[in-house]
């Protein structure tokens, strides 16, 4: 089966995970008016997260738009690769950090963007810097800004329903041995637990994203090498210049095409990105077998 209908599949599983998950603990916690509650809240935070999402992050790099003066090479690859795609022409900006990354924003093909940092447009060659670039326009092309908001927007609920729960019982509203709802000690294990989950899953929804934009890109180039390549000579240039981890890049962070911070350990498991040598043993399948 080709790699990119496991990666949806897998997708599809873990969002309808994540939905079960809400589901389940809204109704044991807060029944039908928890949910109604938590689902206001979450999708007035991640709707506004949606429509801003390409400002948001590209003020976090402080990017700046560049003409096809400017950068006529970068243009041009970009061009092509939407043109090969179906999709309008992104808006290119350049970010001037030397940490080579790239990613992508913007919540449809019609209002995207497409942002290299002067660290990758030194580090990769023109054929690895397409390699990237095919792999961003999948991001677009797949709407994996709309997916990241559903589940952001769904574990964002857990969250807030958890919480609700939570202050209630610490101020005396919580469950008893008198009622079927949770007691004290349910509703702590269940703070501590849930947002544990929710966040484990929708690190996966992400990962399995990246897999996808990358056979997407592998697909749109015909040069599934020159990506893990690219990947290969990206990971080696965020260990000598890893960005340091803060609030401000955070918007920007999980686009990106590679993990911009070092890490390693247990916080693999809510990494947002796959690990480089994983993504290119695939990617290196793909060129032997032809199935993207």
């Given at each position: 089966m080709p790699h990119k209908v496991l990666n949806g599949f897998k997708t599809a599983m873990l969002l309808g995970l994540l939905s079960a998950m809400l589901l389940l603990v809204g109704q044991w916690l807060g029944?039908?008016?928890g949910l109604l509650v938590a689902g206001v809240f979450a999708l007035a935070m991640n709707g506004g997260a949606?429509?801003?999402?390409?400002?948001?992050?590209?003020?976090?790099?402080?990017?700046?738009?560049?003409?096809?003066?400017?950068?006529?090479?970068?243009?041009?690859?970009?061009?092509?690769l939407a043109q090969r795609r179906n999709m309008p022409m992104p808006r290119v900006y350049v970010s001037p950090t030397m940490a080579p990354n790239a990613f992508a924003t913007g919540r449809n093909p019609a209002n995207a963007a497409v942002c290299c940092t002067e660290g990758i447009l030194h580090l990769l060659d023109e054929r690895e810097l397409r390699g990237v670039l095919g792999h961003e326009i999948s991001h677009v092309g797949n709407r994996d800004i709309l997916i990241a908001s559903v589940a952001a927007g769904l574990a964002s609920m857990i969250m807030i329903i958890v919480n609700i729960a939570q202050l209630g019982a610490l101020f005396g509203f919580g469950g008893s041995e008198d009622d079927d709802g949770p007691g004290f000690l349910e509703i702590m294990l269940l703070a501590i637990l849930?947002?544990?989950?929710?966040?484990?899953?929708?690190?996966?929804?992400?990962?399995?994203?990246?897999?996808?934009?990358?056979?997407?890109?592998a697909e749109v180039t015909g040069d599934p090498l020159a990506l893990a390549s690219a990947l290969r000579r990206i990971e080696s240039g965020i260990a000598a210049r890893p960005l340091a981890p803060s609030g401000q890049v955070?918007?920007?962070?999980?686009?990106?095409i590679a993990n911009p911070f070092s890490a390693g350990g247990v916080v693999r498991l809510f990494s947002t990105h796959p690990p480089t040598e994983e993504r290119v043993a695939r990617l290196e399948a793909m060129a032997r077998t032809g199935q993207y």
């Open positions: 029944g039908t008016t949606y429509f801003f999402s390409d400002k948001l992050a590209l003020r976090a790099m402080h990017a700046r738009e560049v003409s096809a003066a400017e950068a006529p090479r970068l243009h041009a690859i970009v061009a092509e849930g947002p544990l989950a929710a966040g484990l899953i929708q690190a996966a929804i992400s990962r399995s994203r990246e897999f996808q934009a990358d056979a997407s890109g955070a918007p920007a962070s999980s686009m990106m």
